[in-house]
């Protein structure tokens, strides 16, 4: 079962990972996006994966699915900031020219390892970001990414590694748009979700760096019922654990915690009333974090040295209530 096999998503590759208790599927060619994982002990998926048919909207926008990287997260004013001499000018391709979700869509990746062993199993993946000219356009600076990812028994390990090719700095974030879902059932459901307070946007949905007090949603400190919530919603950290838990009322659910050395932020998304899925978001850098005027220390910018090699983690973790799985 602690294998790697091969299988296809309209006509691409994909990679899946087993273990007994889960099947995780990769698509390295369009995007390198986690696209499903199957529960094989409750026998229900816990992404929202795509279907055969999504391929149009999966295109245009491949953040809607599975576990999706952002680099950097969230919006950039008119898409254009300056960072040490060099001029960045990204794409504006949402409201009021700004830009969201950074340059990362549906790159192809490349398969530089699979590992098997008496534990578990996981895959390597990378990407030039020289080979891609509309991202070098964008941000002038070569970057060698790899993500790998390691299935062991009910835990899956994200692990993500810059290189820095070029030099200059440059500033780097990254976010993943994980959708969880909720099975059309909110009110089975409670987040923990650690924070210290919200952030304030202005009226074009950019954070400003000012904070406000929780209010209701300190409930989040020790456990929210999704039913009837509605969140587009961005939070800081501050001293907590990077760890939410999504748990349902039988017990079961799943721990997914980010290295707290890079990981500043949370962001909660339900698309509307929370219903089939709850996107929870961990961000390395507040969005806007180059125009933001703040130090680094609150905004979570990685400034990224020429020669070096940054490296991230992001886990999930399965919950059983009982000894099934």
């Not at 895959?123 to 991202?135: L, V, Y």
Request: charged share 25%.
């Amino acid at each position: 079962m602690k294998k790697v096999t091969k299988g296809q998503w309209n006509g691409y590759d994909t990679y899946i990972l087993h273990s007994r208790e889960l099947e995780v599927t990769l698509l390295p060619r369009l995007g390198n996006n986690v696209i499903s994982i199957w529960d094989h002990a409750r026998q229900r998926d816990v992404l929202r994966r795509p279907e055969e048919d999504d391929l149009e909207f999966y295109l245009q926008k491949p953040y809607h699915f599975g576990v999706p990287l952002l680099i950097p997260p969230g919006r950039i004013r008119r898409g254009h900031f300056t960072y040490a001499g060099q001029e960045y000018q990204f794409d504006q391709n949402t409201a009021n020219d700004n830009h969201i979700h950074g340059l990362h869509r549906t790159q192809a990746w490349c398969v530089s390892d699979i590992d098997e062993d008496e534990d578990g199993c996981a895959i390597t993946t990378e990407f030039m970001t020289s080979d891609d000219p509309n991202w070098m356009r964008q941000y002038p600076v070569p970057l060698k990414l790899e993500m790998t990812l390691r299935l062991q028994g009910s835990s899956l390990k994200q692990t993500f590694k810059i290189s820095h090719l070029g030099d200059q700095p440059a500033p780097f974030g990254l976010g993943l748009h994980t959708w969880f879902l909720l099975d059309g059932e909110p009110d089975q459901w409670t987040l923990k979700l650690p924070v210290d307070s919200i952030y304030s946007s202005d009226e074009e949905l950019i954070t400003t760096g000012e904070t406000a007090p929780l209010g209701e949603l300190a409930a989040l400190n020790d456990g929210l019922n999704m039913k009837g919530r509605n969140f587009d919603t961005m939070f800081k950290i501050g001293q907590n654990p990077v760890l939410a838990e999504l748990i349902r009322s039988d017990g079961y659910g799943l721990h997914y915690s980010a290295d707290p050395a890079y990981f500043k932020h949370w962001v909660l998304y339900t698309k509307g009333e929370a219903d089939q899925f709850l996107c929870i978001e961990p961000y390395t850098w507040l969005p806007d974090a180059p125009n933001s005027g703040l130090p680094d220390s609150e905004t979570g910018l990685i400034d990224l040295q020429p020669g070096q090699t940054l490296e991230l983690n992001v886990n999930l973790d399965m919950i059983y209530p009982s000894e099934e799985a």
